[in-house]
């Protein structure tokens, strides 16, 4: 099974400072077809996740341009540049390219200091 | 638009059975894999089970299988999960996913349900 490692776990930020989370897989993403197939979900208290970014760095419709995904092979991380208000909540990362099982990353808690 | 509404979450005892579904509108429901991921309460998200959409075919995590199915009926445009000897250990939130992309052998839910809770108790 891939293992997803997040770090932090637990990330305190002041609003406008930026922000940063890795993820770690135990196996490469690339895909035979060259791409690399890494996501990130955001789910804010009492919601459902939702998805801000796929294929590593690219932003789902309506993701503000401060949230960017970077990384390859097996080292990612995701960025907001400022954090606002509404940021706040447990950010995932998930592979679903070596299946089964389909797995995620523990969540990074992002709150406001 | 996309929508996925589950339903069919409550209480039920350990041993008992339930069937959850996840009514879905918006895309061609037969072409895209879809998926059941839940939530523990306070815990993070556990892949649950998957169907492919064309070929029907379905795959489950340890912590289920032989217990859980997963079906799906395309005339109903509705995904289903029967669940049999839960344990305490199933209860959470659950969610139906949609795949983002019909065929291409990768899992990435662009769309999530609301989700319906699962509480397995005496």
């Known amino acids: 099974d891939v293992v997803m490692t997040q770090s932090p776990l637990s990330l305190p930020v002041t609003l406008g400072q930026p922000a940063s989370i890795s993820c770690r897989s135990s196996?490469?993403?690339?895909?035979?077809?060259?791409?690399?197939?890494l996501n990130w979900f955001h789910q804010r208290p009492g919601q459902s996740p939702r998805r801000l970014i796929y294929k590593v760095s690219n932003r789902d419709s309506g993701v503000p341009d401060r949230f960017s995904g970077s990384g390859s092979g097996t080292d990612f991380t995701l960025k907001i540049s400022r954090v606002e208000a509404e940021d706040v909540g447990v950010y995932y990362c998930?592979?679903?390219?070596?299946?089964?099982?389909?797995?995620f990353g523990q969540g990074t808690r992002v709150e406001i200091k | 638009e996309v929508q996925l509404l589950e339903s069919g979450g409550g209480l039920i005892p350990p041993g008992g059975s339930l069937r959850l579904s996840c009514a879905a509108s918006g895309f061609t429901f037969s072409s895209y894999a879809m998926s059941w991921v839940r939530q523990a309460p306070g815990k993070g998200l556990e892949w649950v089970s998957s169907?492919?959409?064309?070929?029907?075919?379905?795959d489950y995590a340890d912590s289920v299988k032989g217990r859980f199915t997963i079906s799906r009926d395309i005339t109903k445009n509705t995904l289903f999960l029967q669940m049999n000897s839960p344990r305490a250990e199933d209860t959470a939130v659950y969610y139906c996913?949609?795949?983002?992309?019909?065929?291409?052998?990768?899992?990435?839910?662009?769309?999530w349900g609301q989700g319906t809770l699962v509480t397995v108790s005496s």
């Open positions: 169907i492919i959409g064309l070929s029907g075919r379905t």
């Open positions: 998930m592979q679903g390219i070596r299946w089964p099982p389909i797995t």
């Open positions: 996913a949609k795949d983002a992309v019909s065929g291409d052998g990768v899992y990435d839910f662009d769309h």
């Open positions: 196996q490469s993403l690339v895909h035979s077809d060259g791409d690399t197939y």
